[in-house]
Each structure stands twice: as structure tokens, then as C-alpha cells.
T-cell receptor
Framework: DQQVKQNSPSLSVQEGRISILNCDYTNSMFDYFLWYKKYPAEGPTFLISISSIKDKNEDGRFTVFLNKSAKHLSLHIVPSQPGDSAVYFCAARGNTPLVFGKGTRLSVIA | DAGVIQSPRHEVTEMGQEVTLRCKPISGHNSLFWYRQTMMRGLELLIYFNNNVPIDDSGMPEDRFSAKMPNASFSTLKIQPSEPRDSAVYFC????????????FGDGTRLSIL
């Protein structure tokens, strides 16, 4: 039973445009959400997070939106850059350790 | 600051052999996590420690897997005997304890069991 789902395995975006990566969760006890970025042959790197008491958190080009009623969060990257090409993992925690989605591979095309 | 250090980076061994993966967490971090990544199942938590004590090992797939954390700066994940289906990338991560603390990952060990 997947508690954190990233339904798009891949996404291609033109350089300079907005990238939107989506994540859905099923466990209503989750209260903290994170996005990680992973390059090949490296470990995942923490990118941005959001607490369930907020609906938006912004850090430079990266913004995470949380819709608790829909159990949905999204990561917006604007403008997208070729260096953003990587696999992005959504993760969530509550009274459990982090649970990860399977990732979305983002390709930013120059 | 040094990140999480894992060794070896790659391991190729024959079925039935013992495999030991090593991890040095970030100094000052008191939680340590072992994950396995496969195409089919994504990133799965195998076991995690708080202050060197195993808290939850429900993700350990079989008795062939064991993990130890003898001190705050070292942990091992052992597979004995290894099987081809254990082939995966194994990640170690560490964090400070407390809500909202992100985990910092090592670069993983790519394990191939022939």
C-alpha cells in the first residue's frame, strides 16, 4: 500500500518554463512533507519542506504547495534550468519515519 | 563539513557470500537510517536508529539482513548469505532528532549479487 504516490514517472519541460511536480498521500497523520532531488550515482539531497500548518513555502526558484483537504502537494520550479534535470522524490512523515514516493524524473530541455 | 560517508561505493560478489556495507553519519546527528532503492519498490526504509539504538527494523526483508550501530559514528548493514534479489542501491542517511529535521543521505552502495 503506497502511502505517498508520484503518479508521473517522468516530465519534460523547456528551459525557462515552469516545472510542476505532483505528489499525493493517503495517511492523514502525515504532518511534514519534503522534496528531495537526486542526481545519478549520488544520494538524494534535501530541497525544500513544508509543515502541515502551512500551505506554501518558497525558497528561491522552488515553491512547495500543500493542499491538505486533497492530500496533495506540488513542487514548482520557475524558471526551470537544465541543471534541474534530476529525479525528484516527495516524502512525508507523521508519527512514522519518512515515507518516500517512487520519484519523478524531470528533464529540462535547453 | 563532511557528509554521510558510505563504503564501498560498489560491491560485486557471488551469491552466498557475506556482504557488509558501512556508514559514517554526520557528526552530531543522532538518528541513522538504512534504505534500499530498487526500480520496482523505490526507496524503502530498512531500519533506523536513534542514539545508536534500533527503533524500527520492520523494513528488514529477512533474517539474512542485520544492522548494527556500535557507536555514534559508525553503522553496518550485513547480508548473510547474499542472494541475487538483494541487488540494489543501499543508502544510509542521518539526521538530528526532532520534527522537521531533514535526512542527509550518503551516495549509496551499489550492490550486485551474481
Amino acid at each position: 500500500d503506497q502511502q505517498v504516490k508520484q503518479n508521473s514517472p517522468s516530465l519534460s519541460v523547456q528551459e525557462g518554463r515552469i516545472s510542476i511536480l505532483n505528489c499525493d498521500y493517503t495517511n492523514s497523520m502525515f504532518d511534514y512533507f519534503l522534496w528531495y532531488k537526486k542526481y545519478p550515482a549520488e544520494g538524494p539531497t534535501f530541497l525544500i519542506s513544508i509543515s502541515s500548518i502551512k500551505d506554501k513555502n518558497e525558497d528561491g526558484r522552488f515553491t512547495v504547495f500543500l493542499n491538505k483537504s486533497a492530500k496533495h502537494l506540488s513542487l514548482h520550479i520557475v524558471p526551470s534550468q537544465p541543471g534541474d534535470s534530476a529525479v525528484y522524490f516527495c516524502a512525508a512523515r507523521g508519527n512514522t519515519p519518512l515515507v518516500f514516493g517512487k520519484g519523478t524524473r524531470l528533464s529540462v530541455i535547453a | 563539513d563532511a557528509g554521510v560517508i558510505q563504503s564501498p561505493r560498489h560491491e560485486v560478489t557471488e551469491m552466498g557470500q557475506e556482504v557488509t556495507l558501512r556508514c559514517k553519519p554526520i557528526s552530531g546527528h543522532n538518528s541513522l537510517f538504512w534504505y534500499r532503492q530498487t526500480m520496482m519498490r523505490g526507496l524503502e526504509l530498512l531500519i533506523y536508529f536513534n542514539n545508536n539504538v534500533p527503533i524500527d527494523d520492520s523494513g528488514m526483508p529477512e533474517d539474512r539482513f542485520s544492522a548494527k550501530m556500535p557507536n555514534a559514528s559508525f553503522s553496518t548493514l550485513k547480508i548473510q548469505p547474499s542472494e541475487p534479489r538483494d541487488s540494489a542501491v543501499y543508502f544510509c542517511a542521518s539526521s538530528r532528532t526532532g520534527g522537521g529535521q531533514p535526512q542527509h543521505f550518503g551516495d549509496g552502495t551499489r550492490l550486485s549479487i551474481l
